[in-house]
């Protein structure tokens, strides 16, 4: 699950990390109001109005704008809540602003000069330990980084039978160039970091960048912070945290049934039994020559209501020209399946793009029949290969 | 032969009175699996499918000599039960349960690296060795007896693949489902390494999907090792949007490996037949092994 940065500066902070600070707020008004509050708690002589949305890359797309004065925080908060961000990891429909953090100016001059770092904390999937990435190339595109100049790029593997070792963290802060105060806070930075990862079950932190300041402080700038979906129910306060606002509403429809779904930009749509199968499917789609509309995984059960409720939800995508059942019956009987297709299709009644009904496994040919001696305007297939060509039968009337 | 579980392996199921448990432990048994017991914490001394429930996953190896043990525990309690399984001696640990937190993972694999248990999964089909036994949820009359080895990470897809084997005439040594986990106990590389030193297994289909370096990892190994049996291999997600299930930091960790495009290249690179349309991978481990299609 994501969450916001301000979200995620709030955890971070608990655990002991020190952040930029800063106060959410959802108008124009509340924005002063936050800015005033913020130079009381802070003294910033300038405030940083940050978009809060599910996306990176936000300073590119003009969603982290500096105001120098009460006057600026107000126009440009007034002017970013409501505005479609576009960045580059939004895609060309960007995403709505419906609330900004007024932050604190954390680049102010002093004795030595500001240093941007990155960290980051995730999960080594062969070694299945954590490690904590890290780079003095901070506040750049770190995949950028990892391609041009790979030496660059410091990993630390986190032995699971110990946990982060303090001279890790020493390691890193040396790594890194840091010395005297700059270096114990860093030292301090990285343990309580990694405490908040391994305590609220992230699956992945990403501080970038992570300042050293003119003062030799070590504070997280951004955060984005992503928590393991499986480990949810063990942490409600942080899954009280999700924002439905930043998903797909169809996405959040389909959960709500039970439906693995992920929304795509294609023309064929599918329902699938089984994730791999699922993906299979949707590659071909591509190979006769469409492009997959979604991702659906309906699981174990196929039934009649839950047939229904996966039509809908593919068809609520107008893009959707034709919808390709794919489904492996092993455990579950084909021609169960196929009366809950043929059942869900009339009680809607109003489906008006063909759709292909491959049915393998358990009673097929039964199934087949069902299908065929429905009147319905579905094609049926019982290979794999028969159901590509049908797809390819289709985009050719289309 | 056949690798991991067959006719005389003496399999208990964890979860065993639950619904699930229930209802997969039963058609195991209908399959000819050698069910011979299982547990439910606070359960023991009674009898279930005509078999004895335990308290403890040791009390059932002391008592029934167990070897291989199913876990159908919730995801909370799913680690834990692994690691029973695993202190009692148990030597191969299949677990479906989906849904386990990353970090109990972690947690378990550093727990295995003391103990000589084979973990298999989690969040996986299971393990079936064709006529001998079934551990797992996998529909059994799909698996027909053959000389053709599978390997997947995916469910249904395994199913399909087993499918189209046999209708292309072939038949099923042992299929592995190992799980499409993160963190999963027996990786792409050690499941087909059993399946190349099993003297029954002819032929290898490997079915893999996007994300992590594993089928990478497995067919640098094969073409080490001298590509000894022909490798058929498919890779799903070809068309998966990138940055949807994977955080891009993570993606820097399993280098250029993670799409299917990549890794389909590595795999035809290491000598494997890779196809691009899982409709004919039945087709085309018929035409490597020249045998023709009916």
Redesign the interface.
């Known amino acids: 699950m994501n969450i916001h940065e301000y979200q995620g500066k709030e955890i971070l902070k608990s655990y002991g990390v020190a952040i930029q600070e800063g106060i959410l707020a959802h108008t124009a008004e509340e924005a002063v109001e936050a800015a005033k509050k913020l130079k009381e708690q802070t003294n910033t002589p300038v405030w940083i109005v940050k978009a809060q949305v599910h996306a990176g890359g936000r300073g590119k797309g003009g969603g982290v704008k500096v105001a120098t004065s009460l006057d600026a925080v107000k126009e440009k908060a007034e002017a970013m809540i409501g505005m479609t961000l576009v960045t580059p990891q939004t895609g060309p429909e960007g995403k709505l602003v419906r609330k900004v953090l007024i932050a604190q100016d954390v680049y102010y001059e002093g004795a030595s000069k500001p240093l941007e770092f990155y960290v980051s904390v995730l999960l080594d999937r062969a070694k299945g330990q954590n490690v904590i990435m890290y780079s003095t190339e901070g506040g750049m595109d770190i995949e950028e980084v990892a391609h041009n100049t790979p030496e660059k790029i410091f990993k630390e593997a986190i032995d699971p039978k110990v946990g982060l070792q303090a001279f890790q963290a020493r390691k890193i802060a040396f790594n890194l160039g840091l010395s005297g105060e700059a270096l114990k806070n860093m030292v301090k930075f990285i343990t309580s970091l990694y405490t908040a990862y391994d305590a609220i079950d992230a699956s992945q932190f990403e501080i970038n960048p992570a300042l050293k300041t003119s003062d030799d402080k070590i504070i997280a700038v951004d955060a984005k912070v992503n928590i393991d979906d499986n480990a949810l129910y063990r942490h409600p306060a942080i899954e009280a945290m999700r924002d439905k606002d930043e998903e797909d509403a169809t996405e959040v429809e389909a959960a709500e049934f039970n439906l693995n779904y992920v929304k795509l930009d294609g023309n064929i749509g599918c329902m699938v039994n089984g994730a791999g199968l699922a993906m299979a499917t949707m590659d071909i789609i591509k190979l006769s020559g469409g492009e997959p509309a979604n991702f659906l995984d309906v699981g174990g059960t196929a039934d009649a209501a839950r047939v229904e409720q996966a039509f809908r939800i593919i068809l609520k995508d107008p893009n959707v020209k034709a919808i390709l059942v794919n489904i492996f019956g092993g455990i579950v009987r084909c021609d169960r399946v196929a009366q809950g297709i043929v059942d869900a299709y009339h009680n809607m009644g109003n489906i008006n793009v063909p759709i292909i009904v491959r049915l393998q496994g358990t009673n097929a040919v039964e199934a087949k029949a069902i299908i065929d001696n429905s009147g319905l305007k579905v094609k049926s297939a019982i290979q794999l290969q028969e159901a590509a060509d049908a797809v390819k039968e289709v985009l050719a009337g289309v | 032969m056949s690798v991991l579980v067959n006719k005389d392996s003496k399999v208990i199921v964890q979860g065993f009175t639950g619904k699930e448990g229930s209802f997969h432990a039963q058609?195991m048994i209908e399959y000819g699996t050698n069910v011979v017991g299982g547990v439910t914490p606070g359960k023991g001394g009674q009898t279930h499918l005509d078999r004895p429930v335990f308290n403890t996953v040791a009390d059932a190896v002391n008592t029934t000599g167990a070897n291989v043990s199913l876990i159908f525990v919730p995801?909370?309690f799913a680690a834990d039960g692994i690691m029973e399984a695993a202190d009692a001696g148990i030597g191969v640990i299949v677990c479906i349960t989906e849904?386990?937190?990353?970090?109990d993972?972690?947690?378990v694999?550093?727990y295995l690296t003391g103990h000589k248990s084979i973990l298999i999964g989690p969040n996986c089909p299971g393990v079936i060795t064709a006529d001998e036994a079934k551990v797992g949820?996998?529909?059994g009359?799909?698996f027909k007896k053959g000389k053709i080895g599978i390997v997947?990470?995916?469910?249904?897809?395994?199913?399909?693949a087993a499918?189209?084997i046999v209708?292309a005439g072939m038949g099923i040594t042992t299929a592995i489902g190992i799980g499409?986990d993160?963190?999963i106990g027996t990786t792409t590389k050690q499941a087909v390494e059993m399946l190349m030193n099993d003297p029954e297994t002819e032929a290898i289909v490997m079915?893999g999907?996007?994300?992590?370096?594993?089928e990478a990892?497995a067919a640098r190994w094969i073409k080490e090792n001298g590509n000894k049996k022909p490798v058929v291999g498919?890779i799903?997600?070809?068309?998966?949007?990138p940055?949807?299930r994977m955080?891009?930091?993570?993606?820097?960790?399993?280098g250029a490996d993670d799409t299917?495009e990549a890794k389909m290249r590595i795999m035809r690179e290491c000598g494997i037949t890779v196809v691009?349309?899982?409709?004919?991978i039945g087709k085309t481990m018929a035409e490597v092994l020249g045998k023709v299609v009916a």
């Open positions: 058609q995801p909370a849904g386990i937190p990353t970090k993972m972690i947690a694999k550093e949820i996998m529909p009359f799909v997947s990470k995916s469910g249904t897809l395994t199913y399909e499918d189209q209708k499409g993160p963190i079915i999907e996007i994300g992590g370096g594993m990892e498919f799903a997600g070809q068309t998966a949007p940055g949807r955080g891009h930091a993570g993606a820097i960790v399993g299917a691009d349309s899982p409709a004919v």
